[in-house]
């Protein structure tokens, strides 16, 4: 049955003239692909294409918000093997602002990063401002956090500033809100990013093809992809639905969204499973601010291409740090004379020439240097993660490796 | 007249069958020694030998106070060229404890450093503790900035504490003090200076022949070297009596402390040209907490080789830039759309890879990779000047260096 079904989403925009592009179901950006090189059961291991350069995946997106990974330097990003970073929408684009970053030259020569860059569409941190934000149909009215100014987010003002920014990819806006267990709530927000996914979709497809000029948009990555985002809560039926109408609208690639909001792991796994396999198999798939370094082998295994979150440098800035056998945090006193490395099988800078004591000396003190040594460690942690599942795919021992990995990261709690 | 005269703290101690460390003018560290290997006019290009390596002279010391250089790690400063760092033994010995670093190994493996260290006595934190410190002949009694909890700083414990965390370089306590024009009170502080300088000497002579061990005192290395501080205010002859009592204890080499505490940089450098040349011309010269550019420059013109100072440092993480044309502050407007960098002739990784507008934004915006960012550069600028000054005593060409460097760094008030 599987992307067989006429979507809903398909069936209720046939007909009308003006929106012929939605017949374009494959259209790709000419320096956007996605190879599939490897698979073992579920799990894909791939190559993403964009103007910016190739990622290997399974793939983890260190996040940048404001135009940089928090702490640590671009060269720092390199060095642990970062191939593609996350920018966030809401942030450049109430500072230092989308227009004064396409007059750069658009994102990647502002923050002088030449490799890919994803940009989100805002939503999601304009959902999360509680009390300043209405949402209408046409989009979302909200205060900025820094000034209080009023802003509005909408479909097309969402594609307009990442076509400025000129990110490698592109997001549409959705509606994300918390998995409170109410269907019918759901099932109208799942609704609305359809609605929504079809005007950001216009939206991107005119600004590519040059009409966004007349509106004075500068569009400064003509390769930039867009993905469309499914929604539709932990409900088995929306999620479907969502996921067939989505692609049936045709983006480059496909995002998982509204999961990791407070809905058990296992929950979000069970979403997962049944929702990535309603995605194109020969399109990269993208389950957005996802997660634990466990989260991340557990939606490799159901199929999914591309992570991002802000749990390794958030907590590395508050002295929380992954390793093999769990958490660490080293703030704990028991680590105040301890020589050993964070993890004695990490290779990363931190485990090589610090140790447990002295990163604890470093966060007590609250010298930077804490936040910048944690948050190398930490990603080294994920970025590692990654290429070990993505080896364990090329040789087919994914599962072997997940089981390991399983093993060794709930063993014990360690704080 | 230099070097000849029997200087009055030499005379001061004859006889006294308890003090015959005091004849061993010449006693050195065999791991410790200099060499000057080209002259022009009063500046000295040398080779300073320390247990951890080679560090080449004149040179600057970034300001590692709590065991890290704020804001960047130890593979950034290897990579501008730092050969020697300073550690504050104020901080150290209050956290996480310098008896803890001794059971570390010292603080070269605490840190993970393995190249020079340099500690301060400590003095200079806790006279600038107004209000909380009580200086009476036996030392300086202080409450912890921390805690509160009361403390005590003798020269014999400033040397117990270098002595555990075993830098290269331990220097003297001195009385350390505002220049306020009170000759009487700058003549006091000059003589309880000697006085604790002749204990510290002894005190560290001690603990080098083993006898520190009985007081538990952990000698995590045995090459340490430790320096004398010569004081007196802005009077000559203050200075000059201090230079020659402080040369007759006999330290492994000399220090210049009490300067850039508020007088006009001309004063400073007045005062530096008379006590210089007071100091043997085979020991490494160090001029306390100097200073701006030009003062280094100034400085080495009158035959100083060693500096430390917090104003790389600090002004980086306050958005002020040093730049060959004079200071550059990135918080204001002007810099908000300005695609340059910070300095065009800078090769330092901020200035290959960062415009003034991407720095400005980060700034802005709080982002931890600005004050990284802004403290790689500031450092790669002051210990590029050393390098350029270095060349220039090589070439003979220090005066011209020194004359268009003064030109091109105060020709405009930049900001």
New interface residues.
């Given amino acids: 049955m599987r992307d067989a079904a006429v979507p809903a989403g398909r069936r209720s925009t046939r007909g009308r003239p003006d929106t012929s592009y939605l017949n374009i179901v494959n259209v790709t950006s000419t320096a956007f692909g996605f190879r599939v090189t490897a698979v073992d059961g579920a799990a894909r291991r791939g190559e993403l294409t964009t103007p910016h350069g190739v990622v290997q995946t399974p793939a983890f997106m260190p996040v940048g918000t404001?135009?940089?990974?928090?702490?640590?330097?671009?060269?720092d990003l390199e060095r642990i093997g970062a191939e593609l970073v996350l920018g966030n929408t809401y942030?450049l684009c109430l500072?230092?602002g989308d227009a004064?970053i396409a007059?750069?030259g658009g994102l990647h020569r502002?923050?002088?990063w030449p490799h890919p860059i994803l940009t989100d569409s805002g939503g999601y941190q304009v959902f999360s401002l509680a009390g300043r934000r209405t949402v209408s149909e046409e989009g979302v009215a909200f205060r900025s956090h820094l000034d209080g100014s009023p802003q509005q987010l909408t479909p097309e003002r969402a594609a307009d500033i990442q076509a400025r920014l000129g990110s490698d990819i592109a997001m549409v806006l959705d509606e994300c809100g918390a998995n409170t267990g109410d269907e019918a709530r759901a099932r109208d927000a799942m609704e609305r990013t359809l609605r929504w996914a079809r005007r950001g979709r216009r939206r991107f497809l005119a600004l590519r093809d040059g009409a966004g000029a007349a509106d004075g948009v500068a569009v400064t990555n003509p390769g930039q992809a867009q993905f469309g985002i499914v929604q539709g809560s932990v409900s088995r039926a929306l999620r479907e639905e969502s996921a067939a109408a989505t692609v049936a609208i045709g983006f480059e690639a496909y995002a998982i969204g509204g999961l990791s909001v407070g809905e058990p792991p296992d929950v979000m796994y069970e979403v997962v499973g049944y929702t990535a396999p309603r995605l194109p198999a020969d399109r990269v798939r993208y389950l957005m601010g996802v997660g634990t370094p466990l989260d991340l082998v557990e939606a490799v295994a159901r199929g999914v291409d591309l992570f991002d979150c802000v749990l390794p440098t958030r907590n590395a800035r508050n002295g929380q740090l992954f390793t093999r056998a769990g958490r660490l945090n080293i703030k704990n006193a028991r680590y105040?004379?301890d020589?050993r490395p964070v993890d004695e099988e990490c290779a990363c800078?931190t485990c090589r020439?610090?140790?447990r004591?002295?990163l604890r000396?470093?966060f007590?003190?609250g010298?930077?240097?804490a936040?910048?040594?944690n948050t190398?460690h930490n990603l080294h942690f994920y970025l590692d993660t990654m290429r070990r599942i993505r080896n364990a795919i090329v040789f087919k021992s994914f599962e072997t490796f997940r089981a390991a990995f399983r093993e060794a990261y709930t063993a014990r709690p360690r704080d």
């Avoid at 940089?68 to 060269?75: L, P, Y």
């Fill in positions: 404001q135009g940089a990974v928090k702490a640590i330097t671009h060269a942030h500072r230092p004064l007059r750069r502002f923050i002088g105040a004379e020589d800078y020439h610090a140790s004591a002295y000396h470093l007590l003190a010298e930077i240097g936040a910048s040594l190398l």
